[in-house]
């Protein structure tokens, strides 16, 4: 059986996850799922990746969510479980220890946005849709689309887009803040990965901290916040990194981060 996640490693410290079911719209069925989890845990433990692309096969989807017709063959218990795997899926890519970045090359819906939304960064191509569209199956996210969706862009603009089930375009998933990015179709993967080498020129202890400093704050509040800051501040002190940071800038040179 051919491989349901295509993994490779473009540039230094860039790792490209492809979901490689372009038959079934890259849907996420168990077996894929399975795929998946074990490349993110490779990945996160490994050191010399420091920045991981996300992206689907083909050009017409990114992932169009859960797999239906597995799930027309399930009990109601196996309905929750399935969709309580899938949201386990997106929580560890979220947890990865550094940047994620979704490239959205089709479709994305319901399952298949909430793995973008476990991403730190979506970059979309034109042509993309994309949508929690669960209300239309009389159900509703059930993989973090209501929590993760809110958090990123408010609470009216979810409400809006989850009660309607409202498909959008790039365009305007782009200016409501749900994509940072929109390049055309041909440029994606390119794009994706010159802001990856971007992401990676930089210090990857800081990098770490950084992310866990804005997804453990954004969950409390402001005094909270600024404490976990100050204690994620402090583990990039005693690194060589930092030193070798400040002596590039001296020396007017681009600095060579080991990670250490």
Do not use: W
Request: charge should be negative; hydrophobic fraction near 40%; proline fraction near 2%.
């Amino acid at each position: 059986m051919a491989a349901l996640i295509d993994y490779k490693l473009v540039e230094d410290h860039i790792a490209v996850l492809t979901l490689n079911r372009p038959e079934a719209m890259n849907a996420m069925s168990k077996a894929l799922l399975d795929e998946l989890n074990e490349y993110v845990h490779q990945i996160n433990t490994n050191d010399e990746i420091r920045c991981t692309i996300i992206t689907g096969s083909k050009e017409k989807s990114f992932c169009a969510g859960a797999d239906l017709k597995e799930r027309k063959e399930m009990s109601e218990d196996q309905v929750i479980g399935a969709v309580k795997y899938i949201g386990e899926t997106v929580t560890n890519i979220e947890n990865m220890k550094m940047p994620v970045i979704a490239a959205i090359n089709g479709i994305a819906f319901g399952g298949g946005l909430e793995l973008t939304l476990g991403c730190d960064l979506r970059i979309s191509a034109d042509h993309s849709k994309l949508g929690l569209t669960e209300t239309s199956l009389a159900i509703i996210p059930g993989a973090g689309g209501t929590q993760r969706l809110t958090r990123l862009i408010g609470l009216g603009k979810a409400k809006r887009l989850i009660f309607t089930a409202k498909s959008l375009t790039a365009d305007e998933a782009l200016e409501l803040g749900l994509v940072e990015q929109v390049v055309e179709s041909h440029a994606l993967l390119d794009a994706a990965t010159e802001m990856a080498k971007q992401i990676t020129e930089n210090g990857p202890i800081a990098l770490r901290q950084a992310k866990t400093a804005i997804n453990k704050g954004i969950q409390t509040d402001m005094t909270t916040g600024l404490a976990i800051e100050h204690l994620c501040y402090k583990e990039t002190i005693p690194t060589e990194d930092r030193i070798e940071g400040l002596q590039a800038f001296k020396e007017k040179r681009k600095p060579v981060y080991q990670g250490k």
